[in-house]
């Protein structure tokens, strides 16, 4: 499933078009690796999304779009957040 889309039905970005912007802005990592909105997003992939005081750092669970689409469906799990100020490269680069 490409990243964008993930984003939106996991409810990580209200809007697919927030999260097509947040990866063209680099705001959003899989595995590490800077991606672009139709990167593949799968089972195991770790994602990194860079808000605006924070960073949310994200194990995907499930990557079906008719998973997805049942209530109750979870589809990623926290493995790190960290504070990040407005001002600063949330990377560290």
Do not use: H
Not at 46 to 58: D, G, I, Q, S
């Amino acid at each position: 499933m490409r990243v964008d889309k993930f984003l939106k039905m996991a409810r990580l970005v209200k809007r697919r078009s927030a999260a097509q912007e947040m990866a063209e802005l680099g705001a959003v990592r899989i595995d590490g690796r800077p991606c672009k909105p139709a990167s593949e997003v799968r089972e195991g992939s770790v994602l990194e999304v860079a808000y605006m005081n924070r960073v949310l750092k994200a194990r995907v669970l499930c990557a079906e779009e008719a998973l997805l689409k049942r209530p109750g469906t979870v589809s990623w799990e926290q493995v790190e957040e960290r504070p990040v100020s407005p001002d600063e490269n949330p990377w560290g680069e």
